[in-house]
C-alpha cells in the first residue's frame, strides 16, 4: 500500500456513499450505493484516510435528537467495516438558521458549503488539504472542498437540481459513482507522482 499520510478523501453521505432518503436516521434503511465498495477499498488501497461530513438539519427542523446520528455513524461504520473499508472519522452539522429547535437554528461555519467541518478535520487528523480531496452528489460539498483548499469531485447521478454555479462551485473532475470517482483520484495522485520524480539527467562522455 502507498504511504498517503496526511491525505484524506472527505465524503458526503446521504447520495454519494448511501441511498438518499431525507432525514432518514433508521439504520435498516441505510444502503450502501452501487460502486462504493470498490471505490473505497481502491482509496483505502492508496493510503489515503476516508472522513465523512454531512449536514444533518432534521436535528435543527426538530426531526429527529442529535443523538439519534450516533446510531447512523454506527450502522455505517458496520456497513463499511464488513467491506473491509475503515472510516476515520464522521463529522456532522445539525445546524440550519431558522431551525425549530432554537439552539440549533444558528448560523454556523460546519454547514456545507461552509468548510468548517473539513478544517477541523484537518487540524485533528493532521491533514494536507491541498492533497485531499471532497466528493459529493451536490455543488454544496464541491464549494466547501473548494474553500478548504481540497480539490474536489462531483458525483453527478442527478442529485444536483439548481446548478448555481460560481468559481467555488466549479469541481477538478465529476464522475457518475463512487467507482469512477475513485479511480479518476487515483489517476490524479499517480500523475501528481510521476510529475514530482526527480528529472535523470544523462550524461554523454
Known amino acids: ?23 432518514n436516521v433508521d439504520p435498516a434503511r441505510m444502503r450502501l450505493l452501487p460502486g462504493v465498495c470498490e471505490g473505497l477499498r481502491a482509496l483505502v488501497r492508496e493510503g489515503f484516510q476516508l472522513i465523512v461530513v454531512s449536514n444533518q438539519s432534521g436535528v435543527a427542523r426538530g426531526l429527529f435528537r442529535e443523538d439519534a446520528l450516533r446510531v447512523v455513524e454506527q450502522r455505517l461504520r458496520d456497513l463499511l467495516s464488513a467491506a473491509a473499508i475503515p472510516l476515520t472519522a464522521f463529522y456532522y452539522c445539525p445546524h440550519l438558521p431558522g431551525g425549530r429547535i ?34 459529493g452528489d451536490i455543488l ?11 480539490r474536489t469531485l462531483l458525483i453527478d447521478n442527478g442529485n444536483e ?9 466549479n ?35
Open 161 to 169: 437540481d439548481e446548478w448555481q454555479l460560481s468559481p467555488l462551485r
Open 1 to 23: 500500500m502507498t504511504q498517503r499520510r496526511g491525505s484524506a478523501v472527505f465524503l458526503d453521505k446521504d447520495g454519494t456513499l448511501i441511498e438518499d432518503i431525507p432525514y
Open 171 to 205: 469541481p477538478t473532475c465529476a464522475a457518475p459513482d463512487m467507482r469512477m470517482a475513485s479511480a479518476m483520484i487515483i489517476d490524479q495522485l499517480h500523475d501528481d507522482v510521476r510529475r514530482a520524480a526527480p528529472v535523470r539527467k544523462t550524461h554523454h562522455g
Open 102 to 135: 432554537a439552539r440549533y437554528a444558528i448560523h454556523c461555519n460546519c454547514r456545507k458549503p461552509a468548510p468548517g467541518m473539513l478544517l477541523a478535520a484537518a487540524q485533528i487528523h493532521t491533514l494536507a488539504l491541498a492533497s485531499s480531496w471532497m466528493v
Open 140 to 150: 454544496n460539498d464541491v464549494e466547501a472542498g473548494n474553500r478548504a483548499g481540497c
